[in-house]
């Protein structure tokens, strides 16, 4: 007699807690419901895509490789509710890790009003993205560092062919 064995799981243990899983989505859900918050991809600000490949606004307001941290950290300065996911866009041709991330955001109140006046839609979001993105401190600092790599390497090396062998 064969006898039935339960599902031990994964073999690494317990998962992380974290936030419940999404419920598929439905008209009746409330506007304070995580599924019915807004969807931003970094592609919707990335001025290195071209309007096939996903950016949504105009290149003046877009940035160069905007992260889902640093979209995150621009909008939880708002202190707008924002949940980031381990999603990837569609359009994206890369597989890679660091493509990867999608942020949720709710933009209205249950009786329907925006949460925020001065961001009442995506569009919105999307250009104070663009603009503020820029003038973060870890943006900042990238430029200086880059000058004073490019610098210390060409330091170390030799002028001339050399001997050859």
């Known amino acids: ?3 039935m064995h339960a599902h031990p799981g994964h073999p690494g243990g317990s998962r992380m807690p974290g936030p419940p899983p999404l419920t598929p989505w439905s008209p009746d859900k409330k506007h304070s419901d995580r599924e019915r918050w807004v ?28 992260s889902p941290q640093e979209i995150r950290d621009v909008l939880q300065a708002l202190n707008m509710n924002v949940l980031v996911e381990l999603k990837q866009y569609p359009r994206e041709r890369s597989r890679e890790l660091q493509c990867r991330g999608r942020i949720r955001v709710q933009l209205r109140n249950d009786d329907g009003t925006p949460l925020n006046s001065d961001y009442a839609s995506r569009d ?3 250009v104070h993205l663009g603009k503020t993105i820029p003038l973060l401190k870890s943006r900042q600092a990238k430029p200086q560092e880059q000058s004073q790599a490019a610098s210390s390497s060409n330091a170390g090396q030799k002028k001339g062919k050399g001997k050859r062998r």
């Open 1 to 3: 007699m064969a006898t």
């Open 39 to 66: 969807c931003i991809y970094p592609a919707y600000i990335n001025r290195k895509k071209t309007r096939q490949e996903g950016r949504r606004i105009p290149k003046q307001y877009c940035v160069d490789d905007p």
């Open 124 to 126: 919105s979001i999307l």
